[in-house]
T-cell receptor, first 112, second 117 residues
Framework: AQTVTQSQPEMSVQEAETVTLSCTYDTSENNYYLFWYKQPPSRQMILVIRQEAYKQQNATENRFSVNFQKAAKSFSLKISDSQLGDTAMYFC?????????FGTGTSLTVIP | GAVVSQHPSRVICKSGTSVKIECRSLDFQATTMFWYRQFPKQSLMLMATSNEGSKATYEQGVEKDKFLINHASLTLSTLTVTSAHPEDSSFYICSARGVGHPFYEQYFGPGTRLTVT
């Protein structure tokens, strides 16, 4: 089984600033994927970014980027130029095969 | 593309009754569907995995007879909460993996809020 740990239950950031959300995971698999999902107040899960474990290059999606440290089993999310619409729960997840494992989430509030 | 719907979005039922939640893949065929439960301000807890035409695989601690899952077609899976009790009140989310889509992608429905009175 895999475990995903998010050690920051709540975070806040000023609008237009940068914030980093932490995630660590544990897996014995060689081939796996890592994800960050956003869950706004509507509760709809939205994929923010995905990282294939076999790729060394960090994934980026516009204002969102990750710092993937495979040896340390760390997968942090950086949000640049934070916007009010970024206010949401953020879940880190890992997947290998048929199952997804979610972290406990980080509640991010962007302050105007 | 890759839209998943759930119906109903909200449901209130009385204790002891059963309620059915539908999960549909609207524009793709779903080989596998997942059902999650989410308590307020908590993470998603996987309840079961269902493959079209076969029995669902339940996670440890999930009562199979209470949470009946049927994946009868490539576009529809249903979760029936039988003899519901107030402790079953929660937010239920389904997700789906699609034919022709990367195996690591799962597409989430908008969720169903169940309240048992």
């Amino acid at each position: 089984a895999q475990t995903v740990t998010q050690s920051q239950p709540e975070m806040s950031v000023q609008e237009a600033e940068t914030v980093t959300l932490s995630c660590t995971y544990d897996t014995s698999e060689n081939n796996y994927y890592l994800f960050w999902y956003k869950q706004p107040p509507s509760r709809q899960m939205i994929l923010v970014i995905r990282q294939e474990a076999y790729k060394q290059q960090n994934a980026t999606e516009n204002r969102f980027s990750v710092n993937f440290q495979k040896a340390a089993k760390s997968f942090s999310l950086k949000i640049s130029d934070s916007q009010l619409g970024d206010t949401a729960m953020y879940f880190c997840a890992s997947s290998s095969g048929n199952q997804f494992y979610f972290g406990t989430g980080t509640s991010l509030t962007v302050i105007p | 593309g890759a839209v998943v719907s759930q119906h109903p979005s909200r449901v209130i039922c009385k204790s002891g009754t059963s309620v059915k939640i539908e999960c549909r893949s609207l524009d793709f065929q779903a080989t596998t569907m997942f059902w999650y439960r989410q308590f307020p301000k908590q993470s998603l807890m996987l309840m079961a995995t269902s493959n079209e035409g076969s029995k669902a695989t339940y996670e440890q601690g999930v009562e199979k007879d209470k949470f009946l899952i049927n994946h009868a077609s490539l576009t529809l899976s249903t979760l029936t909460v039988t003899s519901a009790h107030p402790e079953d009140s929660s937010f239920y989310i389904c997700s789906a993996r699609g034919v022709g889509h990367p195996f690591y992608e799962q597409y989430f429905g908008p969720g169903t809020r169940l309240t048992v009175t």
